[in-house]
């Protein structure tokens, strides 16, 4: 008996026969059904591993199947088949919960490829609950319990996802646990902060180059594309890229495959792409700063990550958390939070959601003189009450005596002290620090250098 089922849904015989001749040769036993109502009937009698299904089927199609699939039947990957080039039909599968898509006519390899990727969901799953403390989403507020249930879910397509929310709320983390639980977990995680790459070097960056392409091309370079084969490629401040790097992508994304710099061959890649933002890419399309078929392509399905003040009940749990890593790291003894201290903390807003928290309690357990956190250890920055003016600004009294014999070298210290604590605050994203200072990243990073600020 083989260890596998699968079932296989298209109207033309010879596909269906090639699909069960390749399955089968991979331990499965394949069930054929010709049109929608064989499916059901099918899909009533027993479970599956795996369902593939045509588009188009002479009584219906199969985003009908993919539908009832995702609602009856969520634990059984269901792949949809496409004419090819059929962008916007493949997108409209993923949405309704394809697992992935393959076009016609059929590439056995690919399809081979998208099986076993499949066939590793039937593992039991791991949930995000075991997952070591530094790996999980800390939290059992309504609004997290929703974002680890939608986590679990979209982990187990294919389906590029964009996950928005604000600097500090923690979209890393949800595309880290998204790729641990889907059947790419064992293959490479690369994360890119677009906002960090200069823009004369993101093509090499992303795509490699060839020895000798460019000046100081001195060896072959493989780029993020190439280093998250088989993976999943995590586009971190995705909004930050230029217009025509932006088309560059679009391409990579529609043809699966990537050209180096100073190379005249493409090269086939399998990367999952999950991208994220603090910005309303919607938004940026309407102002024609965005790509809106970039957009489309990378927002098939959206996470939104709740803010940390949206989640209030959360915040003793996350305390507690920073306060034992940061003791343990340092070899010192867990200290208690005082009842002021505790007030201040619950009543804080959180610009800087869980980042902010994360440092000022790293910052607390450092300062703290006794077994207990007091709210002068705390050091909270005072807040504009409108979120739009929020600076991490040193408090200056103008009646106060500047006592200083150089104007130039106050005035850079006065900026290295804002500019650093808005690092801090952000955890050294300088494309969030710059948005909370009001300035642009370039001017941050001409800031930075010339401060000589790391």
Known sequence: MKKYSALIIDDEPDIR????????????????????????????ERPYHFCVT????????????????????ADM???????YGSMDMAVEALKAGAFDVVAKPLDIARLRELVAAALQLTRVPVHLESLPSSDALLGRSGAMMALKDKIQKVARTQAPVFIHGESGTGKELVARLIHHQSSRADNPFIPVNCGAIPKDLMESEFFGHKRGSFTGASADKDGFFKAAEGGTLFLDEVAELPLDMQAKLLRVIQEKATRAVGSE?????????????????????????????LFFRLDVIQIAVPRLRERQED???????????????????????????MAALMDYNYPGNVRELENILQRAVTMAEGDEINQLDLNLP??????????????IDPAAAIETSNLEDYLENIERSAITQALEATRWNKTAAAE??????????YRCKKLDID
Not at 266 to 283: F, G, T
Not at 317 to 338: C, D, Q
């Open 17 to 44: 026969q090639l699909i069960a001749l390749t399955l089968s040769r991979m331990d499965m036993e394949c069930y054929q059904a010709a049109n929608v109502s064989e499916a059901l009937a099918l899909l009533a």
């Open 54 to 73: 045509d588009m188009k089927l002479p009584d219906g199609n199969g985003l009908e199947i993919i539908q009832l699939c995702h609602a009856r039947y």
């Open 77 to 83: 990957p269901v792949a949809m088949i496409t004419a």
């Open 265 to 293: 061959h493409e090269s086939p890649i399998d990367v999952r792409i999950l991208s994220a933002s603090h910005k309303d890419l919607a938004k940026m399309v309407e102002e024609e700063r965005f790509r809106q078929d």
């Open 315 to 341: 915040i003793p749990t996350l305390i507690n958390h920073f306060i034992r890593k940061y003791s343990r790291e340092w070899g010192m003894p867990e200290a208690s939070v005082g009842r002021d201290a």
């Open 382 to 395: 005072v807040h504009d009450k409108d979120p739009a003016t929020r600076l991490l600004m040193p408090a």
């Open 436 to 445: 909370k200072l009001g300035i642009s990243f370039r001017a941050l990073r």
